[in-house]
């Protein structure tokens, strides 16, 4: 039985994953989507941070205002869960893009994106992909993933981060 390839969606990226790639040199994870979005209140936060993740070689990020209003559920699910602009406007401009793939690090806005049907993945995930997409191999993303820690900013349980080491470890 053959497989379909279905074509890589989108991208909506929110701060974290920008700053977070950059800051452990993987930012370059992402040139393989057909297109990174970064709403503009990102964009400003990322500016303000880690600006070299903006105008990175190899991958064109596109600075975008979301067009249309947000809907009454996202209202509702920012006030609960006290979304910041930036991840609000990173929900939006993925509302707007069918089947489009949010990057967010923040637990609180990937549950939202899960209410509102959003795929949505993290810095982490986007490591572990490198290996299945051949961006690297799996002594280079474990590499990646044991400079966390050390090379980032991303706050990240330390148990959560050793188990994922170790599935990594155990894959063929």
Same mark, same amino acid.
């Given at each position: ?19 977070? @790639?950059?800051? %452990?040199? /993987?930012?370059?994870?992402? &040139?393989?989507?057909?297109? &990174?979005? %970064? ?7 990322? *500016?303000?941070?880690?600006? *070299? ?5 190899? %991958?064109?990020?596109?600075? #975008?205002? +979301?067009?249309?209003? /947000? ?11 006290? @979304? ?5 406007? /990173?929900?939006?401009?993925? @509302?707007?893009? +069918?089947? *489009?793939?949010? #990057? ?19 810095? &982490? ?19 990646? @993933?044991?400079?966390? +820690? ?13 188990? %994922? ?8």
């Amino acid at each position: 039985m053959a497989t379909i390839e279905t074509p890589d969606p989108v991208v909506v990226s929110d701060a974290g994953p920008l700053i977070h @790639l950059d800051e %452990v040199g /993987a930012l370059d994870l992402l &040139v393989d989507f057909p297109q &990174v979005m %970064v709403p503009d209140a990102v964009w400003h936060e990322v *500016a303000r941070h880690r600006p *070299a993740a903006l105008v990175h070689p190899s %991958v064109v990020l596109h600075r #975008l205002t +979301p067009a249309r209003p /947000a809907p009454p559920q996202l209202e509702t699910i920012a006030q609960v869960l006290s @979304l910041h602009t930036g991840e609000c406007e /990173a929900l939006r401009l993925a @509302l707007e893009q +069918p089947s *489009a793939l949010l #990057l967010t690090d923040d637990t609180a806005a990937r549950l939202a994106a899960t209410s509102l049907g959003i795929q949505a993945r993290g810095t &982490v995930g986007m490591i572990i992909r490198a290996i299945r997409r051949k961006q690297r191999n799996k002594q280079q993303v474990l590499t990646l @993933l044991r400079s966390i +820690p050390l090379a980032s900013t991303l706050h990240l349980k330390r148990s959560l981060l050793d188990a %994922v080491i170790q599935e990594v470890e155990n894959q063929t």
